[in-house]
Structures are given as structure tokens and as C-alpha cells.
């Protein structure tokens, strides 16, 4: 499966943004979704996962009570909508997918990339 991350931007602290992660086939709803962030200079890390069934999610601390995962899947596409952004929130942020009914937490779980979108959260 192909995924297309859009919706990054440059945004003020405080602000919102929703990204998205649209994905090249129907069977999109049988993977669990990601997505990760790369800060400048640090590794690759773990923001929020939703199931293939959207029945379940989970959020790094650093995010939780911020951003909100959904996915609706007759569109083939899953949300991270983001908001009170915070300058540490700037990264560039990658979704990913993985052929599997539950939660995916880490890197490792993911077969599928997609290309990464910038957000930058200005101070």
C-alpha cells in the first residue's frame, strides 16, 4: 500500500493542524496506522496509532490531550489532528501502516511508509 501524508505547515504556538494519510488501496481498513515524528537532529519517534477498526488508539505522553488519531476508511485515509501546538511539536511527520488488527507501537511493526509532511510551530 501507497500512503500520502499532507497537511503540514508552518503555524503559530497555540494553532492547529490536521494532517492526513491517504492511502493507494481499498483494503487501507485491514492495516493499523500510525504516525511518527523526526525532529531536526533526533531520531524518528512514536506520536499515535489507531486499529485497522478505529476502535482503538493510543498517543505518546508528550501528545496526549493534544492530538486526536481518527481514520475513516471508506475514504482511505487517517487524521492526526493536532492542536495547542507547541515550538517542540516541529518535526517532520511520517504515517505508516501495518497489516495487523491491533495497535502498532513501534517502528519496527510497519511495512509501509509514507513520505513525510513539515510541520513547523513557530514561537
Known amino acids: 500500500v501507497q500512503l500520502q501524508a499532507s497537511g503540514g505547515g508552518l503555524v503559530q504556538a497555540g494553532g492547529s493542524l490536521r494532517l492526513a494519510c491517504a492511502a493507494s488501496?481499498?483494503?487501507?481498513?485491514?492495516?493499523?496506522v500510525g504516525w511518527f515524528r523526526q525532529p531536526p537532529g533526533q531520531e524518528r519517534e512514536f506520536v499515535a496509532a489507531?486499529?485497522?477498526?478505529?476502535?482503538?488508539?493510543h498517543y505518546a505522553d508528550p501528545v496526549k490531550g493534544r492530538f486526536t488519531i481518527s481514520r475513516d476508511n471508506a475514504k482511505n485515509t487517517v487524521y492526526l489532528q493536532m492542536s495547542s501546538l507547541k515550538p517542540e511539536d516541529t518535526a517532520v511527520y511520517y504515517c505508516?501502516?501495518?497489516?495487523?488488527?491491533?495497535?502498532?507501537?513501534?517502528?519496527?511493526?510497519?511495512?509501509?511508509w509514507g513520505q513525510g509532511t513539515q510541520v513547523t510551530v513557530s514561537s
Open positions: 488501496k481499498p483494503t487501507f481498513s485491514r492495516y493499523s
Open positions: 489507531i486499529r485497522s477498526s478505529g476502535t482503538l488508539t
Open positions: 505508516a501502516a501495518a497489516k495487523m488488527s491491533g495497535l502498532a507501537l513501534v517502528a519496527s511493526d510497519y511495512e509501509h
